[in-house]
C-alpha cells in the first residue's frame, strides 16, 4: 500500500441540535418518527432509503463556498443535482472563505436560506465546532481516525499537498521558496485568501514555515517570510483564480496541487502552467465537512455526507487531482479508480500536517501577526 499517499491530523469538541418540524408528503410519512436534526448516523433513519425520503420531503439543500472548479466540485453537483431532481440545490456564495461560511450560518440562522453544510479548513473548523451537529457517515470505519473528530462533528473528505503554480513564459522555474524573493518575481506572487480565514492561504504560510527551516509548532517562519516577500514587493495582495493567471495579474501562485494543476487544464491555449512541490519538507492537508447544527434542511445535509463520502464522489475527487480520505480503505476493497489513483503527483519524501493543537496556535499567531507583517 501507498501510505505516503495519506495525510494526517486531528480534532476535538461538541455539537449541538434542532428539531425538524414535520412536513405532509408520502416521503414524509415514511419517514415522520425521524428527527433528523438529531440524526447521528444512518441508523437513525433505518435505512438509506428512508433517509432519501427525508431528504426528498425536505426538497431542498443549501451548500456554500464550493467552487465548481474546485476539486472537481462541479461534476459532483451536477450529479447530486441529476441524482436528486425533487431536492433544489442552492449554491451560495461559492468563492467565500471557510470563515465566511460561519459568518454566513451565524447570520442566517433560523432562516430557509442558512448554509445546511460546510467545507472548512481545519483551522477554521476547530474554531467553530458549536455550529456543527455530529454525523457519521455509513463509511466512517475508512476515515483515518486522525482525520476525523470522534463524534462526527467534522471528518476530513479530499486533501493534497501545498504546491507552487507558475507561468513559465512570464518567470523562471522556482527551485526553492528563496527563488520568490527575487527580482524576477516582483510583483508576481500571489496566495489563494487570507491566512486568518482561508485554509490553503493559511497553508501557504504553513509550507513557507517548514521550507524556512521552521516546524508546525510555530509558524512565525512562514509569516517572517510573506513579510520578506513584501517588502521586497514580490507579494501580490489579488485572490488568484483563472481570469487573474490568464490576464498575468497572479503568474506565481501558492495552492494545492489539485487546484494548481486545475488552473493548468482551465487556461489550456491561453497560458502555460506548470506546477511545483519544492524539494524538502512538504505540506498537507484535508479538508474538512461539517453539518450545520441550525440546518433548514438537516435530512438533505446528512444525505449530502453519505453522497461525498461514496466510492462514486470519492473518486471524482481523485478526477479533479484530489486524494480521497478513503483512498487506501477503496484501494483493499478493490473499488478505488485506480488509474487516476497512480495518476497523482508523488508525495514529497518528507511532508507534516499540523495537529489540531498546532493549528489552533498557529491560528492565534496568524490573527496577531499577519496583517502587520503584509500591510
Not at 39 to 45: G, H, M, P, R, V
Amino acid at each position: 500500500m501507498r501510505t505516503q499517499r495519506i495525510l494526517a491530523t486531528a480534532a476535538l469538541l461538541t455539537a449541538t441540535a434542532i428539531t425538524l418540524s414535520a412536513c405532509a408528503s408520502s416521503d414524509a410519512e415514511s419517514a415522520s418518527d425521524v428527527d433528523a436534526a438529531t440524526a447521528t448516523s444512518l441508523e437513525d433513519f433505518g435505512s438509506f432509503e428512508e433517509l432519501e425520503a427525508a431528504a426528498r420531503a425536505e426538497g431542498a439543500l443549501n451548500v456554500i463556498a464550493l467552487p465548481r472548479d474546485w476539486a472537481n466540485y462541479g461534476e459532483i453537483l451536477d450529479l447530486f443535482a441529476e441524482r436528486y431532481p425533487e431536492i433544489t440545490l442552492t449554491e451560495a456564495s461559492p468563492d467565500a472563505s471557510s470563515a465566511e461560511e460561519i459568518s454566513a450560518a451565524e447570520n442566517l440562522a433560523g432562516q430557509d436560506t442558512a448554509p445546511d453544510v460546510f467545507d472548512l479548513g481545519l483551522a477554521v473548523a476547530l474554531e467553530s465546532t458549536d455550529h456543527f451537529a455530529p454525523y457519521q457517515v455509513e463509511n466512517w470505519d475508512d476515515i483515518p481516525a486522525e482525520l476525523k473528530e470522534e463524534t462526527g462533528l467534522f471528518v476530513g473528505d479530499y486533501g493534497g499537498y501545498m504546491s507552487v503554480g507558475y507561468d513559465p513564459d512570464a518567470v523562471p522555474e522556482p527551485e526553492s521558496l528563496e527563488d520568490l524573493l527575487g527580482a524576477d518575481y516582483v510583483g508576481k506572487v500571489a496566495i489563494n485568501g487570507d491566512p486568518t480565514q482561508a485554509g490553503a492561504a493559511f497553508a501557504a504560510v504553513g509550507l513557507a514555515t517548514v521550507q524556512s527551516g521552521g516546524s508546525v509548532d510555530d509558524f512565525q517562519p512562514g509569516i517572517d517570510f510573506f513579510s520578506e516577500l513584501n517588502a521586497a514587493g514580490n507579494f501580490v495582495k489579488v485572490d488568484p483564480t483563472p481570469a487573474t493567471i490568464a490576464s498575468g495579474e497572479t503568474p506565481v501562485v501558492f495552492d494545492w496541487d489539485y487546484l494548481n494543476v486545475g488552473y493548468g487544464t482551465q487556461l489550456e491555449g491561453q497560458r502555460n502552467w506548470e506546477v511545483k512541490i519544492f524539494d524538502g519538507t512538504g505540506y498537507a492537508g484535508y479538508y474538512y465537512q461539517a453539518i450545520n447544527a441550525d440546518a433548514p434542511h438537516p435530512a438533505a445535509a446528512r444525505l449530502w455526507q453519505e453522497f461525498l463520502y461514496s466510492d462514486e464522489v470519492q473518486n471524482l475527487w481523485l478526477k479533479g487531482g484530489a486524494r480521497p480520505v478513503r483512498a487506501e480503505a477503496m484501494a483493499e476493497a478493490g473499488t478505488i479508480d485506480e488509474e487516476l489513483f497512480e495518476a497523482l503527483p508523488e508525495a514529497p519524501a518528507e511532508s507534516v500536517v499540523p495537529t489540531a493543537e498546532q493549528s489552533e496556535a498557529a491560528g492565534t499567531l496568524l490573527g496577531e501577526e499577519w496583517a502587520a507583517a503584509v500591510q
